[in-house]
């Protein structure tokens, strides 16, 4: 359906009232912290990224009088430690299964029987990876911007989108040269050149950001990022350059783990995410999209509403995946209706 802005794009402005950082095990500690009401309902905000860190933003779209509102820094990004800026932080501890293992642990922690979800982006595949496993444990789920880190949506976003933008993907793809693969391997049938070489392109860009060389890792960083631009670029709201525009530490950790994530497929089998959508039944779900998203194109939030029985679709005509006033809108109504 198309989407129907709420009055107010979000609530105003609230700080936390409580904050920590959580043993999650193997070295790390995992960074959190609670607004809003302590008796209101509970709800856990998920990044993107993965490696982006929490946003304070994200807290607006919550009515501070009926929300307890949890963010938290996933793994080795924001104020967990160690990040990922840190060459030393030892990437083999953080999977997609850690996240949910540290997600549970963090629910346990703060003494929460179910809570809502609400996250976009990569923050969408894990809150949908985490209900499909805890579905008890999920009250309802808002997603903006829909993925599930399928190796297709990879292999689109670091390949396929590279035929709108081909002179900003050849140099992304020239900055991972002395890490790639042989060229001269076939281009599988139905495959362009460009998509074919998504996968290995990422897998050394993953390697590049493990060199021990800091000009190494840094020019991987700026070249990754002029790539995520390009690729938002035509996009009318939002900063041109909001990749590039990150400070140089959180900028680091962002491309090491989603470099580290997506080289892996985030260690999820292809697909699986829509084939279980089944065990999100009973699970009220708003999924908020914008109709331009060229990161996440709109056919993976179309599959994921056919699947999931109690999901509802939104689709945001003047969006993408940076989204808009009628985004931030659409995702408030739903979080005050699911507020009670």
């Known amino acids: 359906m198309t989407s129907v802005p709420a009055a107010s794009p979000v609530h105003p402005p609230v700080e936390p009232y409580d904050h920590g950082l959580l043993d999650v095990g193997d070295g790390n500690r995992v960074h959190w912290e609670v607004s809003g009401t302590p008796r209101g309902k509970p ?21 501070p ?74 009250s309802e789920i808002v997603l903006s911007g829909v993925t599930t880190t399928r190796r297709s949506e990879i292999a689109w976003l670091y390949g396929g ?11 992304f793809r020239d900055g991972a040269r002395q890490e ?25 860009y993953a390697r590049l950001m493990e060199s021990p060389d800091p000009a190494v890792r840094e020019r991987a960083v700026i070249d990754w990022c002029a790539w995520e631009d390009a690729v938002l670029s035509q996009e009318p ?7 590039a525009d ?35 039944a009973g699970i009220p779900g708003v999924l908020v999209h914008g109709r331009h998203d060229l990161a996440g194109p709109l056919g993976t939030a179309w599959e994921l509403a056919r699947a999931w029985p109690d999901a509802r679709l939104v689709v945001i005509d003047d969006a993408g ?20």
């Not at 709201?237 to 990749?243: A, I, L, M, Q, V």
């Open 237 to 243: 709201h939002g900063s041109p350059t909001p990749y």
């Open 43 to 63: 709800a856990l905000v998920v990044h993107g990224g993965p490696g982006s860190g929490r946003t304070p933003y994200a807290r607006r779209h919550f009515d």
């Open 161 to 171: 989108a590279g035929r709108l933008f081909p002179e900003q993907w050849d140099r």
């Open 65 to 138: 009088e009926r929300y307890r509102v949890v963010l938290f820094d996933q793994r080795n990004c924001g104020r967990s430690t160690p990040n990922a800026s840190d060459p030393a932080a030892d990437m083999r501890h953080n999977t997609t299964d850690h996240l949910i293992a540290d997600m549970e642990r963090l629910r346990n922690h703060l003494g929460i029987e179910r809570w809502l979800l609400y996250g976009g982006s990569w923050g969408s595949t894990l809150i949908l990876a985490y209900a499909q496993r805890h579905p008890e444990r999920v």
């Open 321 to 340: 995946h940076k989204g808009s006033e009628a985004q931030r809108g659409e995702v408030r109504a739903a979080l005050d209706a699911f507020a009670g």
């Open 180 to 204: 790639r693969t042989d060229e001269r391997a076939a281009v599988p049938e139905g495959l362009d050149h460009r998509t074919a070489a998504a996968l290995p392109l990422v897998a050394a």
């Open 246 to 280: 990150r400070p140089p530490l959180p900028r680091q950790a962002f491309v090491r783990i989603c470099a580290h994530y997506f080289a892996h497929g985030a260690w999820l089998e292809e697909g699986a995410l829509l084939r279980d959508a089944g065990r999100l």
